[in-house]
């Protein structure tokens, strides 16, 4: 596939992205400015091709200041600073800057290397993710064409060749799995309407172009079946940045049970930054929105807010997948077991405490656990019993719109009271309820955040039965499933969000 970044004698050879889809204009870029100038102009953009461009920019800076085999070192690292800083909310530019830096010490060769490297691993990269995407969304819905919606530009533009969202819909449309896909224009430097109709043109594969805001009432219209966008930056809670307009996709995506699904090579993953707020998300020049085609627009005195990127928080994205895996961030499974912590000896010698604390300081993860629980016997249950548990039975009882009556510490409720003694993985406890909550008959759901040995949970079932209540099930944030509790609890239904051994 024709390389949109390349190498030649001296020099980093790609296409004007700013004339296309009307002027294929070749350019080549001989100094580090114009490499620095080329990727703040966007001539060379998309976070995959920015990364390359990077290193081949440090390779042409080596190259430049090497006298013999003599490096100036401190000078190729400034250089190095100075294309890095060139945009800063794609990770890829810093990543391809540093790896391309990292062979300074062999030489201004070995850098060269190490940038021609990442140039060939770029496609093989894009091709293994876009594989694994298609093959995600392929299980998502069996055997039909589907309608997609696609944000930006993701293609051979954007990387080195083939491309992340675009490459996995070529991969879906080669197998004929494409009945048509939505592109967004991209406001304001139109990346969609300009590069991705012009790839999907290329490819023959149908395509309708909306302005941006579209694309949410298309979503909310049923008229799309998968989004699938690339990500410029994904933090280590799985939250993701790119291009503006990505986060009201995924909005909308999650208010009509729509997939939103993330395609982008390992590099893009940026694991020191812990979560979405730590991205420096870049502000463009308030002329790109306040005139149209070179005219102005807006009035002289009017100021512009102009980010290029925006932050998908983590639960709202269905899969993130990379060349080398998938990750369901959305999952509540997932980001339950990101959060717990194991406390060893906690609060005897032996018992190996996990500690929900962290679970429970995320109000949105809170949120979906307890609809999660809630989903898992929809229809079911009448009533939620739980003991306090840091409150999550409020939660699922709130959720499902039911009354909560709560299981408590001995001497908590006054007047009548049922009781009950229970062994504990440590001591031994007892519940307590006021009977008059529970009306004989009653279809209830038993919340707790942890399952161990089964036994408050026994305990919290027999109160329950004695009361003349039924119990439709049991649902848990966490299973410890070594300790074997859900025996204990036969013959009646078990349901955990997250299972430790
Ligand atoms: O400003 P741009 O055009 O460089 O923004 C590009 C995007 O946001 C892309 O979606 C992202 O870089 C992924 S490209 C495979």
Known sequence: MERSVAWDDGAIITLDQRALPFDKRTMRLETVDDVIDAI????????????????????????????????????????????????????????????????LPDGA???????????????????????????????????????????????????????????????????????????????????????????????????????????????AAGMVD?????????????????????????VAARRSGVPFVVVAPESTVDTRMRSGSDIPVEERAAEEVTGYGGLRTAPLETLAFNPAFDVTPADLVTAIVTQSRTLLPADPAERVAARIKVVEDFPTPGVRFHDLGSVYADAVLVRDVAAAMSRAFAGQFDC???????????????????????????????????SVDYGLEYGSDSLEIQPDGLRAGAEVLIVDDVLATGGTLEAATRLAEHCGARVSGLAVIVEIDTLGGRARLEPHEVFAVHHVA
């Open 384 to 418: 939620v019993m739980a003991r306090e548990s840091r409150g999550i039975g409020a939660v699922v009882a709130q959720e499902a719109c039911v009354p909560l009556l709560l299981a408590r510490k001995p001497g908590k409720l006054p007047g009548e009271v049922v």
């Open 226 to 250: 998968c989004v699938i966008v690339g990500a410029d930056r994904i933090t280590a809670n799985g939250d993701v940045a790119n291009k503006i307009g990505t986060y009201s996709l995924a």
């Open 109 to 219: 060769d070995a850098v060269l290397n190490e940038a021609l490297l990442m140039l060939d691993e770029d496609e093989q990269t894009n091709r293994a993710a876009s594989q694994r995407a298609a093959e995600f969304v392929r299980g998502l819905f069996p055997a039909r064409p589907l309608r997609i919606l696609t944000h930006c530009n993701t293609g051979r533009l954007a990387t080195v060749a083939w491309g992340t969202a675009l490459g996995t819909i070529r991969e879906l449309a080669a197998a004929g799995q494409v009945g048509e896909v939505t592109v967004g224009e991209t406001r304001p430097l139109l990346q969609g309407a300009r590069l991705t109709a012009w790839e999907l043109a290329e490819e023959g594969i149908p395509h309708r172009l909306c302005v941006d805001s579209a694309g949410p009432a298309a979503i």
């Open 40 to 103: 703040s102009v966007l001539a060379i953009r998309g976070a995959p091709a920015i990364g390359v461009a990077g290193a081949l920019g440090v390779a042409l800076a080596a190259r430049l200041h090497s006298t013999g085999n003599k490096v100036d070192m401190p000078t190729v690292q400034a250089r190095a600073r100075d294309i890095a800083g060139a945009r800063p909310t794609a990770v890829n530019l810093a990543w391809g800057v540093r790896r391309a830096l990292s062979r």
